[in-house]
T-cell receptor, first 111, second 110 residues
């Protein structure tokens, strides 16, 4: 089992729809969780971080965390073509030094 | 803004060559990382450093070494490049949580 698993996609949604991206992780002791966005040919950039169970909202983005289920998700409301990118789920390991990345989910938003 | 720079965006080397990839950050971060990114495999950690002259192996250190003589600079060395080391190499510098990435070096080994 991979340490951080994501559906590779591609996930295709129409403009204006909600895009839902999911991630599971194996390290039960992890306390810090992140979503990075990576445009084609570019390096990843942080868009959301979440540390406690529940929802965290930032503009059109909502991160959800359920530590009991070892599950993290990212919702993108009112999706725009500019949201088309690969989204990487990342988990800081129990020791606090290593961030483990998922392989990423490719999202396409159709105009 | 944090800035992480890498010495080259694109690099072409021949099998057996010694390759140096350099990374510099300007925010006085203690922790620095080298990853490689391959399609379908995501980001894989090669080495990281949490202080000057300190280094720790990541998940795929074989065929690589690193050097950190100054806090702002972290170098990745391919001792004898091989074709399976063709990849995108990303350097990152970090606060406690967020990783700031450099633009990446796309290395092709022929």
């Amino acid at each position: 089992q991979k340490e951080v698993e994501q559906n590779s996609g591609p996930l295709s949604v129409p403009e204006g729809a909600i895009a839902s991206l999911n991630c599971t992780y194996s390290d039960r002791g992890s306390q810090s969780f992140f979503w990075y966005r990576q445009y084609s040919g570019k390096s990843p950039e942080l868009i959301m971080s979440i540390y406690s169970n529940g929802d965290k909202e930032d503009g059109r983005f909502t991160a959800q965390l359920n530590k009991a289920s070892q599950y993290v998700s990212l919702l993108i409301r009112d999706s725009q073509p500019s949201d088309s990118a690969t989204y990487l789920c990342a988990v800081l390991n129990t020791g606090g030094f290593k961030t483990i990345f998922g392989a990423g989910t490719r999202l396409f938003v159709k105009a | 803004d944090v800035k992480v720079t890498q010495s080259s965006r694109y690099l072409v080397k021949r099998t057996g060559e010694k390759v140096f990839l350099e990374c510099v950050q300007d925010m006085d971060h203690e922790n620095m990382f080298w990853y490689r990114q391959d399609p379908g495999l995501g980001l894989r950690l090669i080495y990281f450093s949490y202080d000057v002259k300190m280094k720790e192996k990541g998940d795929i250190p074989e065929g690589y070494s690193v050097s950190r003589e100054k806090k702002e600079r972290f170098s990745l060395i391919l001792e004898s490049a091989s074709t399976n080391q063709t990849s995108m190499y990303l350097c990152a510098s970090t606060t406690y949580n967020e990783q700031f990435f450099g633009p990446g070096t796309r290395l092709t080994v022929l």
